[in-house]
């Protein structure tokens, strides 16, 4: 029981630290930044009831190659 109670303790507190974190700006902000350092920027736009955004959140944005 002991271990089971550490592995899944470790495995919650590594697990989130591995991912990519992701930059979030207002639009002003977002502005001030393409005109400071002018490259394409990704606007995501989603709602908490969205199925689609939910996965995107889940998968695409997960995957560290993207």
Do not use: R
């Not at 029981?1 to 930059?23: R, S, Y």
């Not at 490259?39 to 995957?63: D, E, R």
């Amino acid at each position: 029981m002991k271990k089971t109670v550490f592995f899944l303790f470790v495995f919650f507190w590594v697990i989130p630290h591995g991912f990519a974190q992701l930059k979030t700006y207002t639009f002003e902000e977002a502005e001030k930044q393409f005109k400071e350092n002018p490259k394409p920027y990704f606007v995501f736009i989603h709602t908490s009831w969205c199925k689609y955004c939910q996965m995107m959140q889940k998968k695409t944005f997960q995957n560290t190659e993207i």
